[in-house]
């Protein structure tokens, strides 16, 4: 038995025809840049990024690597929600201050080593006046040390992809071994509020007090309550790194993400992304093309099934942006995987396509809805034989 259904396998192997699975990149643009598009801010790097569809809508020295400053936190906000996602950590645990996080140099919110403050606190106390003492103390929590939480940093950037990217501290003070890109802080961020929206709940707030309203805590990022939609995320400034802005923006439902590094001052960092925000929300416009794990009509080709036709469903939602009024001539495309019966429900089959003039927008994984059982081997050899009686027919 076990001889024959080798020899099925390798005459099904030679007479199928395997499609070459099309590599993926993290992001792929929605339309070229225009020339006259090419100056649209004054900050030597910057990336317009549309959330739901993963697409690049401008882009401006992107991989160049650069100090992110205290845009470094997203990856603590990020190791942060995810401690607490996993039960390692809670909202209300408390948070010692050690001696390094009051020591700290650069913005804070005062902590002492007498008070009290909640996990909760010190997401607020990082996210809305970047807090270097309120970084330092929950890298010490989390991570055990600084150093620690650095490697947890490192480790979690590498995961992501982010290749042109090294931490040397949780606060994002310079140092010449800090650094990233556009890029990069791209994959964090987009990370970050994709799998913890609220995150936004902390990230969006104009100001707060504590201390029984002694000290009056506002946002950084001054265009929060003032550019429509503005919900976060992340400001940065030092000497080196210049003024920095990962902002991110809802209007209904429509969201962007915009990327300003190494802007000379704060109002050039406000002017440069509003700029980018409003090239986005002038320019472009979102849809949903399949929703996920909703079946498509076209099904996959697995010839080692005991049914050929195998339903397939996108992994995710499938958005696809596009230049408002250019629209014409976008295909859909398939791109089957090298691969054979049994399947396990949910995995990756191919990616469904979405092409215009030769260039992929974007794309989307496919993936099997329901286990697929592999056909007998008398099954295949009777498929296969009849398959080429009928090529001769």
């Known amino acids: ?83 607490v996602q996993k039960g390692e950590k809670k909202l209300t645990d408390i948070v010692p201050v050690p001696l390094e996080a009051y020591n700290v140099e650069g913005s804070s919110v005062w902590l002492d080593p007498k008070e009290k403050w909640t996990l909760d606190d010190m997401i607020k106390f990082i996210s809305v006046p970047s807090g270097n003492d309120a970084a330092v103390a929950t890298a010490v929590f989390i991570g055990g040390s600084q150093q620690a939480f650095v490697k947890m940093m490192n480790d979690k950037a590498q995961q992501l992809g982010m290749k042109n990217t090294h931490f040397a501290n949780p606060d994002g003070l310079h140092d010449p071994n800090h650094y990233t890109t556009a890029s990069d802080l ?99 416009t979102s849809q949903l093309v399949a929703g996920k794990d909703k079946p498509l009509p076209d099904k996959a080709l697995i010839k080692t099934a005991v049914n050929e036709q195998v339903e397939v469903a996108p992994a995710k939602d499938f958005y696809l942006t596009i230049r408002k009024g250019q629209d014409q001539g976008i295909e859909t495309k398939y791109v089957w995987n090298n691969v054979e019966a049994p399947l396990k429900k949910g995995q990756v089959v191919g990616q469904m396509q979405k092409v215009q003039n030769g260039q992929v927008l974007n794309s989307v994984d496919l993936v099997v809805t329901q286990d697929v059982e592999r056909g007998s081997w008398f099954r295949l050899l009777f498929r296969n034989l009849w398959t080429s009686i009928k090529g001769l027919i």
């Open 186 to 284: 791209a994959i964090v961020a987009k990370q970050l509020v994709t799998e913890f929206p609220q995150i936004y709940k902390y990230t969006s707030i104009q100001k707060f007090e504590i201390r029984n309203g002694k000290n009056v805590i506002e946002n950084t990022n001054h265009l929060i309550g003032k550019y429509e939609g503005m919900n976060g995320l992340k400001t940065g400034f030092t000497d080196e790194a210049g003024n920095c802005l990962v902002s991110t923006v809802d209007r209904n439902g429509y969201q962007l993400m915009g990327i300003i590094l190494g802007a000379k001052d704060d109002q050039e960092r406000q002017l440069d992304t509003i700029k980018l925000l409003d090239f986005g929300y002038n320019n472009f």
């Open 1 to 83: 038995m076990k001889q024959k259904q080798t020899w099925v396998r390798r005459v099904l192997q030679t007479a199928a025809v395997f499609s070459i699975a099309a590599s993926t990149a993290l992001y792929s643009f929605a339309m070229p840049a225009k020339a006259a598009e090419a100056n649209l801010v004054q900050a030597p790097a910057a990336m317009l990024i549309d959330l739901k569809s993963g697409q690049v809508l401008y882009a401006k020295n992107e991989n160049e690597k650069r100090y992110p400053a205290s845009t470094t936190k997203i990856m603590d906000l990020l190791l942060i929600m995810e401690a």
